[in-house]
């Protein structure tokens, strides 16, 4: 599966299929959106202008030749079906964030419309026009199912509000929905893996118990916070954005290391006893430290919360974020201990619920910016069946604005590859090109060999 954001993402042209789904009345429910939700929801249903963009996710994939449109339509209604995260909506009354959930069986799939687009780069503007106005938390339901098709091979698109998904659940939708419909397309049985309630899962974070500003996780979480400043961490160079003003997001694509040099370089990690995440934040600090940053670089990193079984296969937002600082050694070894170390260590502060490790910092967090500075580490050979190469499967994200760098690393069987996320100024560009440039020696040089000019070159780049 290939990280992305809308605007990098191409694919041949074609007719452009979209299917209405409607939910039928829903009921209110007392269970509260997650912690995650509510940050994301407050903002976005609280903006006054209901057509700007906000945050979403799309998945897509291919199918062979053109479109069984009853067999998607039936397995888009199916999987809706199975996971009540999609079959829940919000609504906001007087800066309050109220949940309703509907019933599987009231879902249903209408005929759709057709659009004939003969430009990808139309196409890509079309999709990302009709998501921002179907995916945005304001709508019931807030997410859109389309397909373009073709003579060939036929490409189906879904996309969804934050609200409803994380990076895990677009690989669920993906492989449910390619297995149902090729199910029902072929005329055979499907038996799919047992789903948890991610509204279940969002009861138990509200009901649990407050952490006590004397527990060591919340100690530590203390420190982290008070050696940033008293907020979350920042990626440590001028981005030309003032603390507190947005700018439009830029979005660069690059391949850090092919297969061979991104196993050599795990390899490398394991003799010195540790794993490619560790490996991947040391290179991260000693590309920092070369172009000027600190010798100490704290970051939050993102963590599943699906530690439940039935939440493997399920649908939802089942992500918290832990703390840790690398500190630059005298070699690279040195840097990758320090990061190892810092990242055992950060593990048991994930488990402490954000919403209770800021009700325990209190007054000692102030929030100085809308990003954080986070790196996010996916390995989708084993997330992925397969890892979606023969579906040419597409993990997409909105542009929206920024005003810090965020970066998301995938391993796939193509090696390495970065997305970069960072306001849209002629500075951050520079100083993330350089970045990348050092972050991708950092890794080659510990492979045993040194990258040429051309290895170094973005595979793609747009603001």
Same mark, same amino acid.
């Given at each position: 599966?290939?990280?992305?954001?809308?605007?990098?993402?191409?694919?041949?042209?074609?007719?452009? &299929?979209?299917?209405?789904?409607?939910?039928?009345?829903?009921?209110?429910?007392?269970?509260?959106?997650?912690?995650?939700?509510?940050?994301?929801?407050?903002?976005?249903?609280?903006?006054? +202008?209901?057509?700007?963009?906000?945050?979403?996710?799309?998945?897509?994939?291919?199918?062979?030749?053109?479109?069984?449109?009853?067999?998607?339509?039936?397995?888009?209604?199916?999987?809706?079906?199975?996971?009540?995260?999609?079959?829940?909506?919000?609504?906001?009354?007087?800066? @309050?964030?109220?949940?309703?959930?509907?019933?599987?069986?009231?879902?249903?799939?209408?005929?759709?419309?057709?659009?004939? =687009?003969?430009?990808?780069?139309?196409?890509?503007?079309?999709?990302?026009?009709?998501?921002?106005?179907?995916?945005?938390?304001?709508?019931?339901?807030?997410?859109?199912?389309?397909?373009?098709?073709?003579?060939?091979?036929?490409?189906?698109?879904?996309?969804?509000?934050?609200?409803?998904?994380?990076?895990?659940?677009?690989?669920?939708?993906?492989?449910?929905?390619?297995?149902? %419909?090729?199910?029902?397309?072929?005329?055979?049985? &499907?038996?799919? +893996?047992?789903?948890?309630?991610? =509204?279940?899962?969002?009861?138990?974070?509200?009901?649990?118990?407050?952490?006590?500003?004397?527990?060591?996780?919340?100690?530590?979480?203390?420190?982290?916070?008070?050696?940033?400043?008293?907020?979350?961490?920042?990626?440590?160079?001028?981005?030309?954005?003032?603390?507190?003003?947005?700018?439009?997001?830029?979005?660069?694509?690059?391949?850090?290391?092919?297969?061979?040099?991104?196993?050599?370089? @795990?390899?490398?990690?394991?003799?010195?006893?540790?794993?490619?995440?560790?490996? &991947?934040?040391?290179?991260?600090?000693?590309?920092?430290?070369? =172009?000027?940053?600190?010798?100490?670089?704290?970051?939050?990193?993102?963590?599943?919360? $699906?530690?439940?079984?039935? %939440?493997?296969?399920?649908?939802?937002?089942?992500?918290?974020?832990?703390?840790?600082?690398?500190?630059?050694?005298?070699?690279?070894?040195?840097?990758?201990?320090?990061?190892?170390?810092?990242?055992?260590?950060?593990?048991?502060?994930?488990?402490?619920?954000?919403?209770?490790?800021?009700?325990?910092?209190?007054?000692?967090?102030?929030?100085?910016?809308?990003?954080?500075?986070? =790196?996010?580490?996916?390995? %989708?050979?084993?997330?992925?069946?397969?890892?979606?190469?023969?579906?040419?499967?597409?993990?997409?994200?909105?542009?929206?604005?920024?005003?810090?760098?965020?970066?998301?690393?995938?391993?796939?069987?193509?090696?390495?590859?970065?997305?970069? $996320?960072?306001?849209?100024?002629?500075?951050?560009?520079?100083?993330?090109?350089?970045?990348? @440039?050092?972050?991708?020696?950092?890794?080659?040089?510990?492979?045993?060999?040194?990258?040429?000019? +051309?290895?170094?070159?973005?595979?793609?780049?747009?603001?």
């Amino acid at each position: 599966m290939r990280v992305t954001s809308i605007t990098e993402y191409l694919t041949d042209p074609g007719t452009y &299929i979209e299917w209405p789904v409607s939910l039928g009345e829903g009921t209110p429910s007392p269970v509260p959106p997650s912690f995650n939700q509510n940050f994301h929801l407050s903002a976005a249903l609280s903006n006054s +202008d209901q057509s700007s963009s906000t945050v979403w996710i799309a998945g897509a994939f291919d199918v062979v030749g053109t479109l069984d449109e009853d067999s998607l339509a039936w397995a888009i209604e199916q999987f809706i079906s199975r996971h009540d995260a999609l079959r829940t909506t919000f609504r906001s009354v007087d800066g @309050e964030i109220f949940r309703q959930v509907h019933g599987a069986h009231k879902v249903h799939v209408g005929r759709p419309s057709q659009t004939r =687009i003969t430009d990808p780069y139309t196409l890509s503007a079309h999709v990302r026009t009709r998501f921002d106005v179907l995916c945005h938390p304001s709508r019931h339901p807030s997410y859109s199912f389309a397909a373009v098709e073709r003579p060939d091979r036929s490409t189906i698109l879904c996309g969804f509000d934050h609200a409803h998904v994380d990076a895990v659940s677009i690989v669920v939708a993906v492989e449910e929905l390619s297995a149902l %419909y090729d199910a029902r397309r072929s005329g055979t049985t &499907i038996e799919l +893996d047992a789903t948890g309630s991610f =509204i279940e899962y969002c009861a138990a974070e509200a009901a649990s118990p407050v952490v006590p500003v004397s527990d060591p996780r919340v100690e530590k979480w203390a420190e982290f916070v008070e050696h940033c400043g008293g907020s979350t961490p920042g990626f440590p160079f001028d981005l030309g954005v003032p603390h507190g003003v947005q700018a439009p997001q830029a979005t660069t694509i690059h391949a850090l290391a092919d297969a061979e040099h991104a196993a050599a370089f @795990e390899s490398e990690c394991r003799r010195l006893g540790t794993g490619m995440f560790a490996g &991947i934040a040391a290179a991260m600090a000693e590309a920092s430290a070369r =172009i000027g940053g600190p010798t100490r670089l704290p970051l939050l990193f993102p963590l599943h919360t $699906r530690r439940d079984k039935q %939440y493997e296969h399920a649908v939802g937002w089942f992500t918290t974020n832990a703390p840790m600082s690398v500190t630059v050694g005298q070699s690279f070894g040195d840097t990758l201990a320090s990061a190892y170390e810092s990242f055992r260590a950060a593990l048991p502060l994930g488990t402490v619920p954000i919403p209770r490790v800021l009700q325990a910092l209190g007054e000692r967090f102030t929030r100085t910016r809308e990003d954080v500075f986070m =790196i996010s580490y996916i390995d %989708y050979r084993t997330l992925l069946r397969g890892e979606g190469t023969h579906l040419r499967a597409h993990h997409i994200s909105n542009a929206t604005t920024a005003d810090d760098a965020q970066f998301w690393i995938t391993r796939t069987g193509d090696g390495l590859s970065l997305r970069a $996320r960072f306001p849209d100024t002629e500075q951050a560009h520079a100083v993330i090109d350089r970045f990348v @440039e050092q972050l991708t020696q950092v890794v080659r040089s510990n492979t045993g060999e040194s990258p040429s000019p +051309d290895e170094l070159s973005l595979v793609g780049h747009s603001a």
